[in-house]
């Protein structure tokens, strides 16, 4: 495919550079000239989106830290001087508090739009695992992160989250210990949290670099599911995308910035705004939005230990997508009951975020049951049985080529 | 277009369902609904009354700096841009009234000096303990961030200070050093006993001293305490805002011009 | 269809195009000054850029040491006799020529920054062969004007902004 895209130096230092550090070639072959199905639709700019965020927050995180105490004497304070003090420091926390949830929801409809469209189907199961490995890194770097402002719900989420480890049998109590550094969230747990949340996001880093190459390998997805054919289905990434791409960040943006601006605490809980108590606990204790489904579901479970590993597992059975749907129809458009399975599936976990946030009682215990259930039987039951059982709709064949393919349901 | 409306669709659609779960969240179902007087600081264009900001601060410090400190505040904030706006003499006047110790004379003996516009308000009492046990066992939150602090903000300050009531509904018992509120989470009663009453303080400006006045005027001066760059952050906002706006419409113009060549 | 001809390419960097650019471009350039600013003085810092000194208590032919900016800063209340022989040595050679008029704005008091011009030790003061400063580190002396005398020290002591903010309160800074 990069045939069509050759690199040619044109002047003597390119070309000197060129047998050296080939850089110039790689920019140019990976992204001004890749060569991208031209029908990718708006749900295909958040890996863009995605770059940036990363970028931001390690931007404002490195800033932060040139004002933050990891103490727990000094931490809540430091945050304040920050807030109070520091020039725009405000504006800076304000956008990495509020970027955390924007980088979540940008990577919630990306993975939503990979699992409509089949993007982890042969040949992309690396490029989905990878995905999976960065979305649980980023899991990790929030929860720390939250714990660093030393409120309230920082002392508290970090307790509960740690005591989870501590019901694996056997080995619970001194992982629990080693984790904490002491027998209780305190000074040593947030120093390593800090050092932590901020080694984290460089490994991100090189994992995005890693899918990215992941990515070029095979080319990208697109809506229809169908392969690249030739040059008549593709553009250059550059301008073609990279300026859809920045339109669509754009957008995005300006919701970003309406949080930073007009209502920067909408997204937090009023609990972290008073510092940690060890002695007084919150009347509910709540994570942060993006991670409430899986509070829901460790909550569905009445015996702890299985309720834990249900909530990992949630994230675990995503590794094992492109061997659970075996269908070889990629996009859902195609697949009519995939489709509605999935949409049910898109609204159940909205639900178990909803879920979530209740206290686990009556009606709403009942729900985080369903919805978890149907959460795992959506990828253990539904995908493999779909994937057997389902007649796939007729399909163009080509990506310029809207003719029916006749041979398709041969698959 | 039509992908990036389902997108915002979407986005919309989530914020709402997370908002409302937050805020159901933590409010009693049998606490009444939190009064909204309304105030001028609220919507994207909303700026501090400063004659609001001067009284509440005068309310905060005859009446609630008895028992709640505000740790996080300096005197110096007083004067900066979005605050009250005292001027400078007035502000180092106000300071000059506390004192401090927080140097050694040469024998290693404390010196105490007046404050300084550098220097934070002091704390009523020398530390938590001390707190506690002044009053009947309770700790008098830090007030520099409680408007951020409680669900409901600033209206739930206002709803708690004007809504201290003589009569405890039946059925709901009340024990003797607590009072009843019936804004206060919980209903059970609350530690601080009513601490507004009509014509408690004289304003300077000669308003009306009624508990509703205080107790709006106090939320006014709380809710800068707790974001004193609510006014800078609000106008600078708006820029952007407006500045990503006309950006997106150019960047959309782009975008179609550039993808008619494709199509 | 994905081939834009060679020739085709100058019309597209029209107006629009060059608009949007220059959008981008001032948005960014923007954006990069807050994330920059955060590094200057906070406000806490700039709160503490000036402090106020009371000298009402400082004996003739005493001294005060007060910390300003992290340095120390020596407010000195003269003798008759010390201000008489600061100006009678105006005219000896001195390594950087400076009346003792032009270093003060009272007489009696000499306001002077306590960090040595030579390689930043702090001198201490009443020693020395002149009785005004004498830096330990590599033997520079200094009168009391402030002035080097005798020494590696290149330039006199270093005299901060300040005013009588009153008869006796100093505003350094």
């Not at chain 1, 000094?74 to 945050?79: E, T, V």
């Not at chain 1, 080694?199 to 990208?220: E, K, M, R, S, T």
């Not at chain 2, 740790?71 to 001027?87: H, T, W, Y």
């Not at chain 2, 018992?173 to 509120?181: A, M």
Request: charged content about 20%; hydrophobic content about 45%; proline content about 7%.
């Amino acid at each position: 495919m990069n045939n069509d895209y050759e690199y040619v130096p044109k002047n003597s230092f390119t070309r000197w550079l060129d047998t050296r550090l080939p850089i110039l070639r790689f920019t140019n072959e990976h992204i001004l000239q890749f060569p991208t199905p031209k029908n990718l639709n708006y749900f295909w700019t958040f890996g863009f989106i995605l770059t940036f965020f990363l970028i931001t927050q390690i931007i404002t995180g490195v800033i932060l830290a040139m004002h933050y105490a990891p103490n727990s004497l000094l931490a809540f304070d430091s945050i304040e001087h920050i807030m109070r003090d520091v020039n725009y420091g405000w504006l800076i926390r304000y956008a990495h508090s509020n970027g955390s949830s924007m980088f979540f929801l940008a990577v919630y409809i990306h993975m939503f739009r990979g699992l409509y469209y089949g993007s982890y189907k042969e040949p992309r199961e690396v490029l989905w695992i990878l995905g999976c490995i960065i979305y649980f890194l980023m899991i990790v770097t929030a929860f720390m992160g939250y714990v660093l402002p030393w409120g309230q719900m920082s002392y508290w989420a970090a307790t509960v989250i740690i005591n989870l480890v501590g019901t694996l049998p056997i080995i619970g109590d001194s992982l629990t210990q080693l984790l904490l550094g002491g027998f209780a969230v305190d000074n040593p747990t947030l120093n390593r949290f800090f050092s932590l949340h901020y080694l984290i996001p460089f490994i991100i880093f090189g994992l995005v670099f890693l899918h990215i190459w992941a990515l070029h390998v095979p080319g990208n997805n697109n809506p229809t599911g169908v392969s690249i054919q030739g040059k008549q289905d593709t553009v250059a990434f550059h301008p073609y995308y990279t300026v859809k791409d920045f339109f669509a960040y754009i957008v995005f943006l300006l919701l970003f910035c309406y949080f930073i601006f007009y209502n920067p605490n909408a997204l937090g809980h009023p609990d972290n705004y008073i510092e940690a108590d060890p002695m007084l606990t919150p009347a509910h204790i709540v994570p942060e939005w993006y991670l409430l489904p899986f509070y829901a579901i460790l909550r569905a479970v009445p015996d702890k230990l299985f309720g834990v590993l249900l909530m990992f597992g949630s994230i675990v059975v995503l590794f094992f997508l492109p061997w659970l749907d075996t269908m070889k129809v990629r996009s859902a458009r195609y697949r009519p009951f995939y489709k509605m399975f999935f949409f049910i599936f898109v609204l159940d976990c909205l639900l178990l975020g909803y879920l979530g946030a209740q206290v686990p009682e009556g009606i709403y215990l009942l729900l985080s049951r369903v919805s978890t259930f149907y959460y795992f039987a959506f990828f253990i039951l539904i995908m493999p049985a779909l994937s057997r059982l389902e007649k796939p709709n007729p399909m163009p064949i080509g990506i310029s080529n809207p003719a029916i393919d006749q041979n398709a349901r041969l698959d | 277009m039509q992908n990036i409306s389902k997108i915002l669709l979407i986005l919309i659609s989530i914020l709402f369902l997370y908002g409302t779960s937050y805020a159901s969240d933590d409010v009693n179902q049998e606490t009444p609904k939190i009064l909204k007087p309304g105030f001028s600081f609220e919507g994207p264009f909303g700026v501090f009354d400063r004659s609001e900001l001067r009284r509440g601060y005068q309310v905060y410090s005859e009446v609630c700096s008895s028992c709640h400190s505000i740790d996080q505040l300096s005197f110096r904030n007083l004067i900066q841009k979005g605050g009250p706006e005292f001027s400078e003499e007035e502000t180092k006047r106000i300071a000059s009234q506390y004192t401090i110790s927080d140097r050694f004379d040469d024998y290693g003996e404390l010196i105490e000096r007046k404050r300084l516009l550098s220097d934070r308000f002091p704390s009523p009492f020398p530390n938590k303990k001390a707190a506690m046990s002044a009053n009947n066992g309770s700790y008098p939150p830090d007030l520099s961030l409680i408007v951020k602090a409680r669900v409901g903000g600033h209206n739930y300050i206002y709803s708690l200070l004007s809504g201290y009531e003589e009569t405890i509904p039946e059925g709901l018992e009340v024990s003797g050093i607590l009072s009843y509120n019936p804004w206060y989470p919980g209903s059970a009663g609350i530690a601080m006993m009513q601490p507004l009453y009509d014509d408690l303080i004289e304003y300077s400006d000669g308003t009306p001293a009624t508990i509703n006045q205080m107790a709006y005027d106090v939320s006014v001066f709380l809710s800068w305490v707790s974001e004193p760059e609510l006014e800078v952050r609000k106008k600078m906002g708006f820029v952007v805002i407006g500045f990503l706006i006309i950006f997106v419409i150019l960047m959309y113009l782009s975008t179609r011009r550039l993808w008619k060549e494709v199509h | 269809m994905s081939d834009i001809p060679e020739d085709d390419k100058p019309s597209r960097r029209d107006f629009l195009y060059i608009t949007t650019g220059t959008f981008g471009a001032v948005g960014a350039a923007a954006m990069v000054w807050p994330l920059v600013d955060q590094m200057n003085p906070d406000s806490s810092v700039k709160a503490l850029s000036s402090i106020e000194v009371d000298i009402s208590e400082v004996p003739e032919g005493g001294f005060l040491k007060v910390a300003w900016r992290g340095k120390p800063v020596y407010i000195r209340r003269r003798t008759a006799e010390e201000i008489i022989r600061a100006e009678s040595e105006d005219k000896e050679d001195l390594p950087d020529p400076q009346n003792d008029a032009d270093r003060v704005k009272k007489k009696e008091w000499l306001v002077v920054v306590g960090v040595c011009t030579h390689l930043g030790c702090i001198p201490i003061a009443d020693r020395g062969d002149y009785d005004g400063w004498f830096c330990p580190c590599h033997g520079s002396h200094y009168d009391i004007s402030g002035r080097i005398r005798k020494g590696p020290a290149p330039t006199n002591l270093e005299i901060p902004p300040y005013e009588f903010a009153s008869d006796t309160v100093i505003k350094i800074g």
